[in-house]
């Protein structure tokens, strides 16, 4: 772990330097264990792929401080219970209206758009974060053999449950938005309820198997 100063008022906790299961799980233990302390100097926890980041209260504690802090309470890491992470299956309409980039996948990566739905859903993905939009969940690892770039010019809009590729990620666009991501199919499964608890739907650590229909 190496713990770096963000702004005026963060920490960075780096973890590693790669999309990596093992590291995943760190920062999801990590971020379990800091929630589960209810510390009045943290206002916000951000988890990522590599990193952590806390948000901490500057008026109430100084950063050299709030470093200490962090150092000490981490000799009772390993007494924090984890939730158990929960499976998902997920419909998917894909290629045609519903995958307006199917086509260039299938291009790119010299397969047919069969192949690359039978790769596609033939893996079980672990959520590894949850950000750009309320709900959106970031999922990994893709299959190298549909790896895919992101758009050069981002489409100014997508329909609520775009399914994307993105280099060795996938991902559920959760409302109507602006799309970096290819994308190559639609689900009506709702990622998102403000009128509900838990909000969202997919969380750290959760696993997506898709499903094609």
């Not at 770096?4 to 780096?14: A, K, P, S, T």
């Not at 302390?37 to 948000?55: G, K, V």
């Amino acid at each position: 772990m190496e713990f770096w100063r963000y702004g005026e008022d963060g920490v960075r906790i780096v973890f590693g330097n790669t999309i990596d299961l093992e590291v995943s799980e760190l920062i999801r233990k990590y971020y379990f264990f800091l929630k589960s302390l209810r510390l009045e100097e943290i206002i916000d926890i951000i988890p990522s792929f590599t990193s952590c980041l806390i948000h901490y209260d500057s008026r109430r504690i100084s950063f050299s401080d709030f470093l200490s802090l962090l150092k000490k309470r981490m000799e009772n890491i390993d007494a924090v219970c984890l939730p158990e992470p929960r499976t998902h299956k997920i419909p998917v309409r894909y290629g045609g209206e519903y995958g307006p980039d199917m086509e260039f996948v299938c291009s790119y990566a010299g397969l047919t758009e069969a192949e690359v739905i039978e790769i596609h859903t033939s893996t079980v993905y672990t959520v590894f974060a949850i950000g750009f939009l309320p709900g959106f969940p970031y999922m990994g690892i893709l299959d190298k053999r549909i790896y895919t770039p992101r758009l050069e010019t981002p489409r100014l809009k997508v329909p609520e449950g775009s399914v994307g590729l993105a280099q060795l990620q996938t991902g559920i666009y959760p409302f109507e938005s602006p799309a970096g991501w290819r994308i190559i199919g639609k689900t009506r499964v709702r990622l998102f309820d403000a009128g509900k608890e838990p909000h969202s739907l997919l969380r750290m650590g959760d696993t997506v198997r898709f499903m094609a229909v």
